[in-house]
């Protein structure tokens, strides 16, 4: 199966936190992890600690995101985030 493949709704579902989809939309919508955890009042470690285990999860339904873009790609297939917060 390709990414062309795979459709909204369609997509296996890493089953995120509500707080690691909290504080992956704030880092998406933020200019750095700086800021995101700032803004969320937390050590920028925890934020670095979400991020690696939505990227974990993501890995284990076959859907990688190594980058922020392909973080942001998964985030808006899967309802997390609108274009129109970016």
């Known amino acids: 199966m390709t990414v062309l493949d795979i459709r909204i709704g369609d997509a296996p579902d890493p089953r995120l936190s509500a707080r690691e989809i ?3 939309t704030a ?4 200019d750095s992890k700086a800021e995101a955890s700032r803004s969320l009042y937390l050590a920028m470690g925890t934020v670095n600690t979400h991020l690696t285990r939505i ?3 993501y890995s284990a339904v076959g859907r990688s995101a190594p980058t922020k873009a392909t973080l942001l ?3 808006l297939q899967d309802g997390f ?3 129109d917060q970016l």
């Open 73 to 75: 790609a998964r985030a």
């Open 81 to 83: 985030i609108d274009i």
């Open 27 to 30: 880092w998406l919508i933020s």
């Open 22 to 24: 909290e504080v992956l």
């Open 55 to 57: 990227r974990a999860k």
